[in-house]
Structure formats: C-alpha cells, structure tokens
C-alpha cells in the first residue's frame, strides 16, 4: 500500500517537473521566434524597398523628364506602376501581401542644390535640375518606418522634350539636342505661337 502511494507522488511530481519545463521552454522559444519573424518582415520590407528604388533608377534613365514631371517634397507620395511600358508615378501608398504580413512602400523625390565647388549642400546652394534625390520609405502595417535614398541623375537618358520653339531654325545642320528653342532648320516652319511649331505647307 506505501508503495502504491509513493508509486503515484513520484508520478505527480514527475509530471509537475515536466510541466515546468514545457512551460520554460515555451517561455524560452517564443521570443526566438518572434524575433525570427521580426528579422523576416525587414529581410522582406528592404527587398522591396530596394526594389522601387532600382526602379525609380531605371525610370529616371529612360526619361529624365518624367522625374521632371513629380511634384518635389516629402508630403508628396507616389508608387511606380510597373506593369506598364514606361512606368507611371501614381500618388498614394502601395501596399503588398506577402504570406501572413501586410508591407507598404512609396518614394518622394526632392531637389537638389550644389555649392560653388559642385558639393551637394543642405542648404544654400544652386539649384541643380539634372539631380534629384529619390528616397524611399517602406514597413509593414504595426511595424516601424525606415527609409533609404538615392541621388538620380540625368547622365544616360537620350529623350529630349521642346515646348518653346522661338529660337527659330537652328544654325547647324542635324537634330537638336540642348535646350535653345530652336529647331532643325527647315522650310514653311511657323514658329510665331510661343510652345508651338506648325507646318505651313506640304
């Protein structure tokens, strides 16, 4: 009979150890895999970070006026729709469902001004139009906001766009190709109406 009875303390008190253990690993594991989950949602949020960023790169090299045509400032929102050729900039926050998590991002871009020795300066400074600086902030919904920036410039980018033709018929021969208002020379040209060039006559 004692031994029937020590039999089922040991039994209780095996069980009460074991009990306490389960719950000290359970204590122990679940902040390592919060923390492995935390460290997955900025592995992810920077991937997609960089990856608008490259974007705004590629934009910007196709045709520098398109970074041109954004309004500058940090109010001002924009996400890229890529599944069109050329990308478009659309105001607001772009939103993206990867497995459990909820990840946004968007960029503003902001000009940019130089010292008289060419240094990028934060205040002061002359305006620079073929420097823009692209900065892209990005999370996850309840999580904190970082950012990542970049200077663009206009170094690659082949597309010229003319609005104002009054310089008339240029001097040289072949294509335009700075900003002086002038055409390649041509004859019936109508250049009196300001951002505007008609052909007279076929």
Known sequence: MTRNGQSLVDVLVGTAIGVILISAAVIAIG???????????VQQASFLAS???????????????????????TSNEYFLITSSSPY??????????EATTSYWRYFYITDVYRDAAGNIVTSGGSYDPST??????????????????????????????????SGGPATGTGAVTTTNFEFTSSTNINYSSPGSIQVETL
Do not use: C, F
């Not at 960023?53 to 400032?73: D, E, K, P, Q, R």
């Not at 659309?90 to 939103?95: D, L, Y």
């Open 31 to 41: 902040p390592a895999l919060n923390t492995s989950t935390q460290a997955e949602r």
């Open 51 to 73: 990856g608008l960023l490259g974007n705004l790169v590629t934009w910007s090299n196709g045709n520098w006026h398109s970074i041109l045509a954004v309004a500058t400032g």
């Open 88 to 97: 478009m900039a659309t105001s607001g926050i772009q939103t993206i469902a």
């Open 132 to 165: 823009k600086k692209a900065t892209v902030a990005y999370g996850w919904l309840g999580g904190p906001t970082s950012t990542v920036s970049e200077y663009l410039t206009r170094n690659q980018e082949q597309v010229y766009s003319q609005s104002d033709w």
